[in-house]
């Protein structure tokens, strides 16, 4: 006969839907606190996905400028083909050149009158009249960019060159507005997640504080630490949750819109399509969302759940 003690305690298992309850009446109880949480932590992250895109959209007409790496020459006005051969030729051959396009002034005013649809008439008179405004034109794509103004004097003093159009200082102007943009961002960031935690903490705070009772007779007749606070843990989850939907709907909501109307107005400037952006910024949201309302109810229930 076996005498041994038996040392196996009964598993416990909880209802899910209970602590779903739980958590859906503490809401209710401090709801005034509970909505406030959410406008916060919404408003937080509305910004981040509009400085999230400001940012992607820099970037990507950045790239188009790719540009970055390209002056574009231009002619002096009727200049015979042989010339602009010669020209061409004379440019290929200087130091930190990697190609050379001949763009010539009927290709330009074709591409002008294309982007400038609205001056058919405009373009249609001078056409009649043989009258083509523009010069013949090379674009040039260099190495390295930091002997790009040798470059540029070089190309200046070919004979036969009217005007150099370097666009890196432009680029560079971009992209120092880009890192304004950043450095606000991050401050903006750090501040209103710093709100929205201490916000619900404090909604947790209150619906610990108003169950009070509650829980010191759940620890009496035995209730675990983790049937306590899950509940409070779930509150803070689904506060996240609601904000990260609301927050990444009104920004998908404004973006579509900036970008119908961009796609009717900008001329220079690309605006990023939605799609993959739109996946990548619902998956952060929720990400942030659901570990800012987590961690600030731990934090609250560490400080204010007497153990």
């Not at 503490?26 to 910004?47: E, H, P, Q, Y």
């Not at 404090?202 to 009070?212: D, E």
């Not at 949750?241 to 400037?269: H, N, P, R």
């Amino acid at each position: 006969m076996n005498n041994a003690p038996k040392n196996d305690k009964p598993r416990r298992s909880y209802n899910p839907f209970y602590f779903v309850y739980e958590a859906l009446r503490s809401f209710w109880r401090n709801r005034v606190m509970g909505i406030a949480s959410i406008f916060v932590l919404t408003s937080c992250l509305i910004l981040v996905g509009a400085f999230g895109l400001l940012i992607h959209n820099i970037d990507v007409n950045l790239d188009k400028l790719g540009s970055l790496n390209e002056i574009v020459v231009f002619l002096e006005y009727d200049l015979d083909q042989d010339t602009v051969n010669t020209i061409g030729a004379d440019i290929q051959k200087l130091e930190n050149v990697s190609h050379v396009e001949l763009i010539g002034k009927d290709k330009g005013f074709a591409e002008m009158k294309e982007t400038y649809p609205e001056y058919a008439d405009l373009f249609a008179e001078m056409e009649s009249r043989n009258d083509n405004p523009l010069s013949d034109s090379f674009i040039v794509t260099y190495i390295d960019s930091e002997t790009v103004h040798d470059l540029e004097y070089a190309l200046q003093s070919i004979s036969g060159v009217r005007t150099v159009n370097n666009r890196l200082d432009y680029a560079v102007t971009i992209a120092n507005f880009k890192n304004v943009v950043s450095i606000v961002f991050v401050w903006f960031f750090v501040l209103l997640l710093a709100v929205s935690i201490f916000v619900i903490f404090n909604t947790i705070k209150l619906a610990v504080h108003s169950r009070q009772a509650e829980i010191s007779i759940m620890r009496h007749i035995g209730a675990t630490k983790g049937f306590i606070i899950t509940p409070f843990i779930i509150e803070g989850v689904m506060i996240g949750f609601i904000s990260s939907i609301v927050a990444f709907t009104t920004d998908t909501i404004i973006y579509a819109m900036l970008v119908k109307k961009g796609a009717e107005s900008l001329k220079m400037l690309e605006l990023v399509e939605p799609g993959l952006v739109n996946i990548i910024m619902l998956v952060a949201f929720l990400a942030i969302g659901i570990i800012t309302g987590s961690l600030s109810s731990v934090l609250s229930l560490r400080k204010n759940l007497h153990h």
